[in-house]
């Protein structure tokens, strides 16, 4: 292998790239091309997806910070990359030190990466946030910056769907009253007002990841199962949809939200809904806190006419654990608390091993994407980009990719400089004031990769600029 020779991908940023100039079908980067042996010989190759890497893999820095889960780790480290694993966060001079020297960041929600950070990453290309949440990220300054920030939003759907199936029968038993009152000593045997859940009627607002999944569960244990969602969308099972909201909360035993955090969703279900439900219905809320009007859920039940509700999020909720959760954070708590079959817990609903595992999956192989092949779906502040990816019987061709100013004229002026080439394909999209171009080029020396390199980088529309083969 030659050494690594120097391709500016950003102003301002060196990053060492092992292209060879003499045998530009030799990738350096061999070892990770190779697809597995048991494909049967260099014919079985023609037409296979061409993995593509940026520079020596080895040269790829990676700082993990907040203990990210071993399976994303794993992934990194698989691709050959250097990954440096933290346990906790760190403070943000210490964090600033560190962030100078990497090109990809893992965090979960206790690293704020701000402007005063990420304006010393000088080699940041993208940044994992290992977690649903990305508002610990100044993601309009990463992309003006042309740094990629992806996040996990789904990983955790099946975690939460199952939490609102124990909901469901806690509630409709009045588990948590009954186990509240043997912990004090009360032995209180009831059977008035607790109910079986078979037969009875589960209405789902928001028919998306979670509810979706929720309604196949809810049937396989025998619930009649409606939701109501502003999209038409075809319902799994014998589910089935209902046109309005009112429809749903007028026909529904349970009823459970799975909407996101939108100025629709805000105070959703206050004081109106809870006249149109059935008396001695249920509420279940494990969306996001704004969604339920929470002193209108008090009178609700003070009245008897919600006989159960099941609350994982709050519109106010504390930063760390502890006894936080009293008047001080919001003044409805104690009442909240004095309430008979309330269900309080503090937004587990996506907490588990396996959602933990499925997010460090998820999160790497967007970086490992992002970094092997420039591809942007699923980032939160890019354009979400992709070409279909180049095969093995293409090793002289190149991709470039042209994170830039969404201004006038950038195009005419990208395909002045690549137009003597022959581009086998191209994709451009924006998003607010960036924008992210991406194109395949075929039989591309390395002379003039450097060139048009440089006259790219020259461009006052330039934010970064990079090179895969
Ligand atoms: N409690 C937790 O720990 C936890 C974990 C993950 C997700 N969540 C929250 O759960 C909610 C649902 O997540 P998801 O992954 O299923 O989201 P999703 O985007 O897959 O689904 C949301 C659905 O709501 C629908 N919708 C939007 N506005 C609506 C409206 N006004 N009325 C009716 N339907 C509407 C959408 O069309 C979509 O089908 C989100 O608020 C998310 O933040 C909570």
New binding site residues.
């Given amino acids: 292998m030659t050494p690594p020779l120097d391709i500016h991908t950003v102003t301002s940023r060196t990053v060492s790239h092992s292209w060879d100039p003499n045998n530009l079908s030799t990738s350096p980067t061999a070892t990770f091309n190779s697809p597995p042996s048991s494909w049967g010989g260099a014919l079985a190759h023609r037409g296979a997806p061409k993995q593509l890497k940026p520079f020596n893999t080895q040269d790829i820095k990676i700082l993990l910070l907040e203990n990210v889960n071993t399976t994303g780790q794993d992934i990194l480290r698989g691709q050959g990359y250097q990954v440096e694993a933290l346990k906790t966060s760190l403070p943000e001079d210490q964090l600033i030190v560190k962030i100078r020297d990497v090109h990809v960041i893992g965090i979960r929600s206790k690293t704020k990466l701000n402007q005063r950070v990420l304006k010393e990453a000088k080699n940041l290309l993208v940044v994992g946030c290992f977690c ?1 949440g990305t508002n610990q990220v100044d993601l309009e300054y990463a992309a003006r910056h042309g740094i990629a920030v992806f996040n996990s ?2 990983a ?2 099946r ?2 769907a199952e939490l609102v199936v124990a909901e469901i029968i806690a509630l409709a038993r009045q588990l948590g009253d009954r186990s509240s009152e043997m912990h004090r000593g009360t032995w209180n045997k009831v059977s008035a007002k607790c109910w079986e859940i078979r037969g009875k009627t589960l209405g789902i ?7 979706s999944q929720l309604s196949v569960l809810a049937e396989a244990m025998g619930m009649n199962v409606i939701y ?4 038409t ?1 075809m319902a799994l099972g014998t589910c089935r949809q209902v046109p309005t ?1 009112d429809n749903l909360l007028e026909e529904a035993d349970f009823v459970t939200l ?5 100025p ?2 805000r105070g ?1 279900i206050s004081t109106t809904q809870f006249e149109q439900m059935k008396h001695g219905s249920y509420l279940i809320n ?3 806190g704004t969604v339920v009007d929470i002193p209108a859920l008090v009178k609700a039940m003070r009245s008897g006419k919600v006989a159960g509700a099941a609350l ?2 709050y519109p106010n909720e504390p930063d760390a654990n502890g006894d936080y959760f009293t008047n001080n954070l919001i003044n409805w708590v104690e009442d909240l608390r004095s309430l008979n079959n309330i269900i309080l817990t503090p ?5 588990t091993e396996e959602a933990q595992r499925a997010i460090g999956i998820e999160v790497a192989d967007a970086l490992v994407r992002y970094i092997n092949q420039g591809i942007t779906l699923g980032s939160v502040n890019l354009p979400e980009a992709q070409l279909r990816s180049l095969t093995l019987d293409e090793p002289n061709h190149a991709r470039v990719i042209y994170i830039h100013r969404n201004v006038p004229g950038v195009l005419r002026k990208v395909n002045e400089i690549l137009g003597g080439h022959n581009v086998d394909k191209q994709i451009s999209d924006s998003k607010g004031d960036v924008a992210y171009l991406m194109a395949d080029i075929s039989n591309v020396r390395y002379e003039e990769i450097k060139e048009f390199t440089e006259n790219l980088e020259a461009l006052s529309s330039c934010i970064m600029t990079r090179v895969l083969y």
């Avoid at 937004?347 to 907490?351: A, K, M, Q, R, T």
Wanted: zero cysteines.
């Fill in positions: 649903i939003p789904f955790n759907s975690s939460v607002v928001g028919y998306g990841h979670i509810g109501y969602d502003v999209v969308l909201l799975h909407v996101p955090d939108l629709e969703t959703m494990a969306s996001r994982d999020v937004h587990i609903g996506g907490s």
